[in-house]
T-cell receptor, first 115, second 113 residues
Framework: GAVVSQHPSRVICKSGTSVKIECRSLDFQATTMFWYRQFPKQSLMLMAT?????????EQGVEKDKFLINHASLTLSTLTVTSAHPEDSSFYIC???????????FGPGTRLTVT | AQSVAQPEDQVNVAEGNPLTVKCTYS??????LFWYVQYPNRGLQFLLK??????LVKGSYGFEAEFNKSQTSFHLKKPSALVSDSALYFC???????????FGKGTRLHILP
């Protein structure tokens, strides 16, 4: 149980285009979803927290107009990287949690490369 | 501010030997503590957690961790390392009442055959 999927697993896009990454909780309803960014050989950096039906809460330094997060249902959150630049290339990981539980369940990650 | 420290970037252990990956934290109150493992180009896999109760927590794949409140530590241990344990290990902390998990910078574990 508690499986989180991400799609796509790997994407290459050109500078200036936008790319959408989906995060789904497959066998549970996630009250909260989180988006992380991980640079090579570094830890996970929390980008934003999203609750179903409400606006995402972004961490300091994360541009909300560049990283659009939509949490349309209890099983789906999307991250859209708008007007992508090569420096946006990274490994993006989502996680989901269930209300009143302690854990976050992590997706397998999406490798974004902007050329 | 919350923080998690993993003082070792890399730990090398011979197969069959015991291993320890260190973690200390700085969080107000009594936090929840976690260990996750990450294999190359993969997401994080949950290993174990401390919520309350017994200070020694047993988790997946034979790993365990000991919560030490006075030293604010939560070191990960395994009695006998396997080559397949080679991966990146993250310690994480979550303050009670908060949704966010704060991660340490990670420790790369190399098990030498």
């Amino acid at each position: 149980g508690a499986v989180v999927s991400q799609h796509p697993s790997r994407v290459i896009c050109k500078s200036g285009t936008s790319v959408k990454i989906e995060c789904r909780s497959l066998d549970f309803q996630a009250t909260t979803m989180f988006w992380y960014r991980q640079f090579p050989k570094q830890s996970l950096m929390l980008m934003a927290t999203s609750n179903e039906g409400s606006k995402a809460t972004y961490e300091q330094g994360v541009e909300k107009d560049k990283f659009l997060i939509n949490h349309a249902s209890l099983t789906l959150s999307t991250l859209t990287v708008t007007s992508a630049h090569p420096e946006d290339s990274s490994f993006y990981i989502c996680s989901a949690s269930i209300i009143d539980t302690y854990e976050q369940y992590f997706g397998p990650g999406t490798r974004l490369t902007v050329t | 501010a919350q923080s998690v420290a993993q003082p070792e970037d890399q730990v090398n252990v011979a197969e069959g030997n015991p291993l320890t990956v260190k973690c200390t934290y700085s969080v107000s109150g009594n936090p929840y503590l976690f260990w996750y493992v990450q294999y190359p180009n993969r997401g994080l896999q949950f290993l174990l957690k401390y919520i309350t109760g017994d200070n020694l927590v047993k988790g997946s794949y034979g790993f365990e961790a000991e919560f030490n409140k006075s030293q604010t530590s939560f070191h990960l241990k395994k009695p006998s390392a396997l080559v397949s344990d080679s991966a990146l290990y993250f310690c994480a902390v979550r303050r009670r009442g908060d949704d966010k998990i704060i991660f340490g910078k990670g420790t790369r574990l190399h098990i030498l055959p």
